[in-house]
C-alpha cells in the first residue's frame, strides 16, 4: 500500500475515534434534555449526573488498572507460549547438538553432566540447584582443530535459521534467550571467515575458544530453563528430553 493511502487510512481513522465520542456525548445532551421535557425535574437530573461524575475515578481504577492489568498479563502469558515454542524448535533443531558438540570441547564436561541428567521425579528444588551449579561451573575449552571444522561446517548451515529466530520480535519478551542466539550467531560469523581451521595461531585459536565458551554457557541456562518448562506443561516432550540428553554419549529415546 502507498504512503499516501496509509496516511490517509489512519487519519480516517482517528476521526472515526473523533465522530463517535462527539455522536455519544451529543446522545447524551439530547436523552438529559428529553428527560428535563418530561419530567421537569432538572434536580433530579443533576443529582444522579453527580453521582456518576463521583463514580468515574472508581470506575478508571476498574477499567484502566486492574482489567488491564490482567488483560496485560493474559496477552504476555500468549506471548510467553508463542516464545516457548521458539525456543523448543531452536533446541530441536540444532540446540541439543550445539549442546553435545560444546560438551566435546570441554575437558570438565564430567564435572557438570550428573547436575544436567534430569529424570521425570525432578522437582522445582532439583532445577534450582542444577541452575546454581551452572552458575558456578566454568568451562575448559580445549583445541580440537577437526571439531571446529565440523562445527564451523554445521553452523553456516544453520545460518539461515538463527537469522530467522533473530528476527522474531517475540524474542523481546526474553533476554537471555535472544543473549544465547546472539553468543551463537556470532561464534558462526567468526567462523565463517576462517577459511582455514587447522593451522590458526594460538591467539586466535584462544578467542574462538572464548566465543565457544560463553555460548557454551548460555545454552547449558537456557537447556535448563527449557527442560523445567517442559516438565511443567508438557510432561510427554519432556520424557524425550530426558532421554535424550545432550550430554550422554548413550542417550536413546528407545524405551528399555
Not at 40 to 67: C, K, N, Q, S, T
Not at 179 to 188: G, I, N, S, Y
Request: proline fraction near 3%; charged fraction near 25%; hydrophobic fraction near 45%.
Amino acid at each position: 500500500m502507498p504512503k499516501s493511502e496509509k496516511e490517509y487510512g489512519r487519519k480516517w481513522y482517528e476521526s472515526w475515534y473523533v465522530i463517535l465520542g462527539a455522536a455519544l456525548l451529543c446522545g447524551s445532551v439530547v436523552l438529559y434534555l428529553i428527560h428535563y421535557a418530561i419530567f421537569r425535574d432538572a434536580h433530579h437530573i443533576f443529582i444522579y449526573l453527580l453521582g456518576d461524575i463521583a463514580f468515574m475515578p472508581i470506575e478508571v481504577l476498574l477499567v484502566a488498572i486492574i482489567v488491564h492489568r490482567l488483560l496485560d498479563a493474559r496477552e504476555r502469558k500468549t506471548r510467553m507460549e508463542k516464545l516457548n515454542m521458539v525456543i523448543g524448535a531452536f533446541f530441536s533443531e540444532m540446540g541439543m547438538h550445539l549442546l553435545r558438540s560444546f560438551s566435546q570441547f570441554d575437558a570438565t564436561c564430567k564435572e557438570i553432566k550428573d547436575c544436567l541428567a534430569a529424570g521425570q521425579e525432578w522437582k522445582e528444588e532439583d532445577f534450582r540447584r542444577a541452575r546454581w551449579k551452572v552458575e558456578e561451573y566454568e568451562c575448559a575449552i580445549g583445541r580440537d582443530d577437526q571439531l571446529l571444522e565440523e562445527m564451523r561446517e554445521y553452523l553456516l548451515e544453520k545460518r539461515d535459521f538463527l537469522l530467522t529466530l533473530l528476527e522474531n520480535p517475540a524474542l523481546l519478551e526474553h533476554e537471555t534467550f535472544t543473549d544465547l542466539l546472539w553468543a551463537v550467531f556470532h561464534l558462526t560469523e567468526e567462523l565463517k571467515y576462517r577459511y582455514l581451521i587447522e593451522g590458526l595461531p594460538d591467539t586466535d585459536h584462544e578467542h574462538l575458544c572464548s566465543d565457544i565458551a560463553r555460548a557454551y554457557s548460555l545454552l547449558l541456562k537456557e537447556w535448563l530453563v527449557y527442560l523445567e518448562h517442559l516438565k511443567s506443561n508438557y510432561p510427554y516432550l519432556f520424557s524425550l528430553a530426558v532421554r535424550m540428553n545432550p550430554l550422554d554419549p548413550q542417550s536413546s529415546a528407545v524405551i528399555t
